[in-house]
């Protein structure tokens, strides 16, 4: 009996040994964060070049719109996706605002239906009277080349993508990469172990755009930083833009390899991406599309989220209603980059202040065309 | 099981279950069933919707009869997502790279596609007769690589080209084309929706008035009994899976040769799914699964139009969902009466009592 009650406590005080040792372990790895590598040595801070950078968008003339019917068909996920469609949607409800339009339907994608269902739902926009209509996002591109030809006297407006042979589609595109390459910039400035990483959605040529952009940055910045990719799905299977515990193993898998910041384009599975951050130490993230430190429902990770690349789906979408209201689309932009506010870094929460000089000398470098900036990753 | 009431009721009791549940989820959500019916039914009419759902249907009749062959031999291939999505991939790049003339180049593509599906379907088939690999885990874990390997073919190093942000395998030329029948406004119905209905037709004669039919039920019933008499059920099970495979490669034919002519990366998924429920749906029957075909179809074009008057359209998604539910329950709650019934018929013709043991049977 004696006997036996030495081998408990023998077994207790084993398994809690090893419970410490795995206590210490577990916490020496959310702690290496910071720990055991240094922060980059960084590169000289490019000049900033004065005068490139307009300080406001406000055109100044008052435009009324109130007389269009605006149709407005998102991508998957829709409002509320606190990303890319959030985007657009901005965009509406600053135009219902600044330009008096009252009648807007919106209308949203399922995930992977058939080119059909995409051109219905354009097709019964424009039979109701829509005009103009915006289809939010590239897989629209064949649809719209189907559709807009049948309703010559309806101005669409397509984001992320041309269509041939359409003069009534305008399309809204955006320098991903020169947004992208300055949150790039900020992230080698912040990383403490000179480590940061990406998590892309899908493994998308658009994705791969953000990737690039970033890549670039960090390594102008900090040409020894160490980057690291991540995309939660392949091309073709777009699971992995609304996967967001998918994007929480993944990103725990950056983290404890000893990335510190992370960018992620991964649209509805961004939230994943925050959760991992915000539960390792010192961590710190970056959003995307838009000023993610905003968004209602990622208020519990805003702590984490010290800056957001600002893809303008706003701009575009309110520039393209104003052109539309006075009818005059001569004025957009074949892209929007960074030069037409199309795209940007957000600064709410102040983590940036810092090295908002660095940011903004980089900015106006690009915007001189002094840093040409790729749109596809290791070209 | 066998009568005609036996057949019809299940399904028209599960359509009318669901359609009760979506009205108390629309009800409690605050929107108006009566005008999400009228926007559904009213749809139809509208533009090339009525166009558009039968050629949604042939797709889906194509999957579920891929899922149906296999069930026919009690095989459960989930497979036919991923035979079919890697046989369109491969018989786009395929029908993209050659010049073949007029209807020569498309028949050669179909055949690509169904040879595709079928050496794909290949793997689990071998993996079972030969190993007992269960053919549910095989298939599920070859979706995931063919997602992979599509991915991979549709790179723009390999066979992709880009097109913008999207990516696409190279144009099919016109001569790789199958016209469609163009309905004025009502839109275009795909070609090879005529090669649904002949698969169909194929399909019945091989499990009705064949001797291969018969084998094959046979040892889908009971693979031992049928050993017994003289079936080889290994065979069995290769054949079957083989075919079920080869019409699940051209799942995406009609839409491949009738209107994208290319692979894209948006390229629609989740036909092989949609095809083992519409297989459940229409018990197997082709025209059980014409009918389901066409009520799914019809169900997916409502989102657009429910989505239209401000009705929530996962709306659609609830009742798809709660139809696949309820008809198996109402099949096996249909069976269990009838075989009571019969159970008591019997009992009455043996002579009065009713035998304790179709009592107990059917009690439980």
């Known amino acids: ?379 | 099981m066998g009568s005609l009431r036996g057949q019809l009721l299940p399904p028209v009791l599960a359509i009318a279950f669901a359609a009760l549940l979506c009205t108390i989820t629309l009800l409690i959500s605050g929107a108006n069933p009566g005008s999400a019916l009228a926007a559904m039914v009213g749809q139809v009419g509208e533009g090339t919707t009525a166009v558009d759902i039968v050629n949604s249907a042939s797709v889906y009749y194509l999957a579920a009869l891929a899922v149906a062959i296999g069930f026919q031999m009690n095989l459960f291939n989930i497979g036919v997502e991923g035979q079919y999505r890697l046989a369109a991939v491969v018989a786009a790049v395929v029908g993209g790279a050659v010049a073949l003339p007029t209807g020569v180049h498309a028949a050669f593509i179909i055949v690509v596609a169904a040879l595709v599906g079928a050496a794909y379907a290949a793997i689990p088939a071998i993996l079972k007769v030969t190993r007992n690999v269960h053919e549910v885990i095989s298939t599920i874990m070859l979706n995931a690589i063919a997602a992979g390997i599509i991915a991979f073919m549709i790179r723009d190093d390999m066979f992709g080209v880009l097109r913008g942000n999207n990516i696409s395998t190279a144009e099919i030329a016109s001569s790789g084309w199958v016209p469609g029948v163009p309905l004025g406004g009502y839109g275009t119905l795909f070609g090879l929706a005529f090669l649904a209905v002949a698969v169909g037709i194929g399909y019945w004669v091989l499990m009705n008035r064949t001797r291969f039919g018969f084998e094959l039920r046979a040892a889908g019933e009971s693979p031992t009994a049928a050993t017994a008499g003289g079936v080889n059920a290994k065979r069995m099970i290769l054949v079957s899976m083989l075919l079920s495979g080869g019409v699940a490669g051209l799942v995406a034919m009609p839409e491949l040769l009738g209107r994208d002519h290319t692979y894209l990366m948006t390229s629609p998924a989740g036909y092989g799914f949609t095809g083992i429920a519409i297989a459940l749906l229409g018990r197997n029957h082709p025209a059980g699964i014409a009918f389901g075909a066409l009520l799914w179809a019809f169900l997916d074009k409502s989102a657009v139009a429910l989505d239209n008057v401000g009705v929530p359209k996962e709306i659609v998604t609830i009742m798809q969902g709660s139809i696949v539910l309820s008809v198996v329950v109402a099949y096996a709650v249909v069976r269990r009466f009838e075989l009571r019934a019969e159970q008591r018929r019997v009992g009455q013709k043996l002579g009065g009592a009713e035998p304790a043991a179709a009592t107990a049977g059917g009690a439980s």
Request: proline share 3%; with cysteine.
């Open chain 1, 1 to 379: 009996m004696r006997r036996m009650r030495g081998v408990v406590l023998a077994v207790i005080a084993l398994t809690g040994a090893m419970s410490l040792v795995a206590c210490a372990k577990d916490a020496g790895r959310r702690g290496s964060v910071g720990g055991q590598a240094a922060a980059c040595k960084l590169a000289d801070k490019p000049e900033l070049i004065p005068g490139l950078i307009a300080t406001t968008t406000a055109t100044g003339e008052r435009i009324d719109g109130s007389h269009l019917r605006v149709g407005l068909a998102f991508d998957v996920g829709g409002r509320g996706d606190e990303s890319f469609n959030d985007a657009a949607a901005a965009g509406i409800d600053r135009a219902k605002e600044e330009l008096g339009i009252t009648d807007v339907r919106e209308v949203t994608a399922s995930h992977q239906e058939s080119e059909d269902v995409k051109q219905s739902r354009l097709r019964q926009l424009a039979q109701d009277g829509f005009n103009p209509i915006i289809a939010v996002g590239f897989s629209y591109a064949d649809s719209l080349e189907a559709v807009a030809p049948e309703f010559p006297n309806v101005r669409f407006a397509l984001v992320d993508a041309t269509v041939e042979g359409a003069p009534n589609v305008t399309p809204l595109l955006f320098s991903e990469e020169q947004g992208s390459f300055l949150v790039g910039v900020a992230a080698a400035y912040k990383s403490r172990n000179c480590h940061v990483g990406f998590v892309g959605g899908v493994e998308t040529p658009l994705i791969q755009k953000f990737e690039a952009g970033f890549l670039q940055g960090a390594k102008a910045a900090a040409p020894d930083i160490r980057v690291d990719v991540k995309y939660l799905t392949s091309a073709g299977d777009f699971s992995g833009f609304n996967d967001p515990e998918k994007a929480t193993h993944s990103t725990r898998g950056l983290l404890d390899r000893g990335a510190d910041v992370i960018y992620q384009a991964a649209g509805g599975s961004g939230k994943g991406v925050f959760a991992a951050v915000d539960d390792a130490d010192g961590a710190m993230a970056i959003g995307v599309d838009s000023d993610q430190y905003k968004q209602k429902n990622l208020a519990a990770y805003r702590d984490v989220i010290i800056t957001s690349m600002l893809k303008r789906v706003d701009v575009g979408v309110v520039d393209f209603l104003r052109a539309v209201a006075k009818n005059d689309l001569s004025a957009m932009p074949d892209v929007l980059n960074l030069k037409e506010n199309g795209v940007d870094y957000a600064t709410s929460g102040g983590k940036l202040d810092d090295i908002e000089d660095v940011l903004e000398a980089y900015k106006s470098q690009i915007i001189a065309g002094n840093i040409e900036v790729r749109d596809r990753p290791g070209a």
